[in-house]
């Protein structure tokens, strides 16, 4: 990464969240939030930051650490927790408090050109995100100027695979499952309708069309 744009200038630190722990309840309860943002998301970031400490990265952003580490097979367990302290950085912005989620003309728009209807683009999402066996997420990326629904497996981001990501929900079972057991579908049909910032993934978009 020779360029460094503002997306790709975060920090080695946890951020804050941007709304309180229990303004997406019920469909993701302070509990749930508790957990995963500060225990699991935590973690991804002690750990990037114990296993950089005295080497070529120590210093370097977050995005820099993904490309690095993802691109050498030795550096597969400072690529795993780097890429999930990324992929749960815009796991966490691209939410909004409940009764807060309205999504603009402007990417109804896209959507609709891409998949056909905003309602086929969230049925692809729940179908991918519900067909990733194990754990992983599920992606609306940008590919080579198109949108389009991808998922990968475990920590895996995008950007491996040349792809832009701009909203993932995350199909690990510690994002679901306190407050809906083994029922991935509907968390993921529950969030889709009810908690996600559209102007924040339209924001994303536009930075890669």
């Known amino acids: 990464m020779t360029q460094k744009p503002e997306w790709m200038k975060t920090p080695l ?3 804050e969240l941007p709304y309180a722990k ?18 699991h998301h935590k973690a991804y970031y002690d750990t990037t930051k114990d296993l950089v400490k005295g080497t070529e990265l120590e210093g ?9 580490a993802g691109k050498d097979p030795s550096k597969k367990k400072l690529y795993n927790n780097a890429a ?25 728009e896209l959507l609709k050109q891409s998949f056909g209807s ?21 992606w609306l990326v940008v ?20 792809k832009a990501p701009v909203f993932g929900l995350d199909v690990w079972e510690h994002a679901y499952y306190l407050d809906y057991q083994n029922l991935r579908k ?23 069309l």
Not at 84 to 105: D, L, T
Not at 188 to 204: F, G, M, S
């Open 143 to 162: 590919d080579q100027g198109k949108l389009a629904v991808y998922a990968t497996p475990n920590g895996d981001n995008p950007w491996k695979d040349g």
């Open 118 to 138: 905003v309602e086929e683009f969230k049925k692809q999402i729940v179908e991918k995100g519900v067909g990733q066996f194990g754990s992983g997420w599920v």
């Open 60 to 68: 370097a952003t977050l995005e820099e650490i993904v490309d690095v």
């Open 84 to 108: 999930q302290a990324w992929n749960h950085n815009i796991y966490w912005e691209e939410f909004a408090p409940v009764g807060q989620s309205v999504m603009p003309a402007e990417l109804e």
């Open 22 to 39: 229990d303004a997406l309840a019920p469909v993701i309860s302070e509990k749930t939030i508790e957990y995963h943002y500060g225990k």
């Open 186 to 208: 509907k968390h993921l049909e529950e969030v889709l309708e009810n908690i996600v910032n559209w102007d924040y993934v339209l924001q994303n978009i536009k930075k890669h």
């Open 13 to 15: 630190e946890l951020p």
